[in-house]
């Protein structure tokens, strides 16, 4: 379990987030648009497909999705006809998970640096956090986009670039994330990791036990629901 933020302080000074299925009740949406696409194609979503994708950025779900279907679609149509489908839900539909708003807020009394790193296009951040009213609890957002390469969440890059413009040190920085590929990620960087229960997310209850064995605090759900 996550100890309190007050107890949390004595120990740390930055914290990291994941946005897709931590801060924001969205996975869902994604996995839905991976089923209308996958669908009218003659496919189906598997478990294996699902924990690829949601962990890499855009571009690289839909290299991964053409070349495992042998698709004719192009990888910019591809990502068109996602877009197409989950834009107007960051815009308009998709809210914070319980208990986020009052997480923050605490977190940011308290002094924590924070900051956010995630898969997701900057666009569609962008559209979410604007409405939430999210960016005045922020310092820094990242997104894999904004990184040199083609790194995923399977490698510390993100977390290492977002702790540095928090001025920040890995060992003092905690990393929530709700994908058991990007746990191992910061665990490889030396962060402190928090698992977060996303039912998308974690993919299986097995996943999930993985992840709070292997990090050093979970949460069930923000609000304290279990």
Known sequence: MLPPL?????????????????????????????VVFLSKRGFEVTPDYTDYVKSVRIEDAALYTKERY??????????AEWNSFVENAYA???KLK??????LMEARSLGFKMGCATALTFRNVDAAFKRLGLYEYLDVLL????????PDKSEPDIYFEVASRLNADASKTVVFEDVPIAI??????GFITCAIYDE???????SWEEMTLKSKYSLKAWDGRQ
């Open 6 to 34: 007050e107890s949390l302080r004595l120990e740390a000074d930055a914290l990291i987030l994941d946005i897709d299925g931590t801060l924001l009740d969205s996975m869902t949406i994604w996995n839905q648009a991976d």
């Open 70 to 79: 042998n698709l004719p679609d192009s990888i910019e149509e591809i990502m």
């Open 92 to 94: 308009n539909e998709v």
């Open 98 to 103: 319980p208990g986020v708003m009052k997480f």
């Open 143 to 150: 997104t894999l986009d904004d990184l040199p390469g083609r």
């Open 184 to 189: 191992e990620g910061a665990l490889k960087g």
């Open 200 to 206: 998308v997310g974690a993919g299986s209850i097995k």
